[in-house]
Every structure is written in C-alpha cells, then in structure tokens.
C-alpha cells in the first residue's frame, strides 16, 4: 500500500513539474516511479495465476500496439473523444470510490470493462496528442524532451490500467 500511495504522489510531482525540471531530473522520476510500480506490480504473481497474467499480458500489448498505430497514423481529430474519455475517466474514479463502500462482486467487474474501454480509447487520443506535441516542438530540445516523459508516462498509465484490470477479469484468485 506505501508503494502505490508512493506512485500517486510520484505521477502528481512529475506531471505537475516535469516542465520545470531539467530533462534528466524527469527521467529520474520516471525511473524512480517505473521501480515503484514494478514493486507494486509484482504482487499479482502471488495473487493471480501465471496463465491469466500472460495472456492478460499478451491482451494488453496487442491492443495497445494496434491503438497507438491508430492514434499515429489517423487523420481523424481525436480531441472530441478524448475529452469524451476524460470526463469517463473522471466518472470512473467517482464509481470506484463509491465500489469501494460496495463490496459486489459484479460491480467491481463491471468497472474492470469499463476501464479497460476507457483507457484503450485514452492510448489512441494520447498517442495522437504526443505526436501533435512533437511536430509542434520540433525545433525546442528541452521542451521535447521533457514533453517526452509526460508522454511515456501517459502511455505507460494506460497500459499499466488495462494490464490490471484484465488480470482481474481473467485472473483465477488461489
């Protein structure tokens, strides 16, 4: 639990900041945050089956790889839906405080869908953005490159979300 409150306030500080930190202080962060999601993570090798785990794994991947080309290659604006995603993250954290005062099974895997449908949208409308950004900041290095930790951080949010909820939706308890 000390690490995952430890890896809130770590994304807080480096997304607030990042901007104001020279690039090699943004990308200790992200390395100090990679660590303490890569603590956090390891418990689901106690809790979850190594099958579920791969293949929610192999899932996550898949998907993320065919919405990021989405999201690169499309001609279509994505600001729209993502917003759209946005506000559904928003309400998504709304229901899984009020779950968390609901113990019912069917309500907390309902949420496991529904975030798994929000962050999947969320890749590709970020993917869009951060090559928005790039092509908008060609000519700045230091923006750039600290534009580019927020980004991998963003992708990496939504990859970690859909790994989790997946495992739990496929995942065999012991």
């Known amino acids: 639990m000390l690490f995952a409150i430890a890896e809130v306030v770590v994304v807080i500080a480096l997304s607030a900041r990042a901007h104001k930190m020279s690039s090699l202080a943004a990308k200790g962060w992200f390395v100090v945050y990679s660590v303490l999601n890569g603590i956090t993570l390891s418990a689901i090798f106690v809790v979850y089956e190594i099958g579920a785990i791969g293949y929610a794994f192999l899932v996550t991947a898949g998907v993320f790889a065919v919405m990021t080309i989405y999201g690169y290659v499309t001609k279509t604006d ?8 946005v506000m559904a993250l928003f309400g998504l954290l709304i ?3 009020v779950g968390s005062f609901i113990n019912t099974p069917g309500y907390t895997m309902a949420l496991m869908y529904v975030t798994v449908f929000i962050f999947i949208g969320l890749i590709g409308w970020d993917t869009q953005k951060i090559k928005q950004y790039a092509y908008a900041q060609a000519d700045s ?3 750039l490159a600290n534009a580019s930790i927020l980004g991998a951080l963003t992708l990496y949010l939504d990859f970690i979300n859909i790994f989790i909820s997946l495992v739990r939706i496929f995942g065999s308890r012991d």
């Open 95 to 97: 229901a899984t405080f």
């Open 78 to 85: 994505l600001s729209k839906i993502g917003s759209l995603f």
């Open 141 to 143: 290095n230091g923006a």
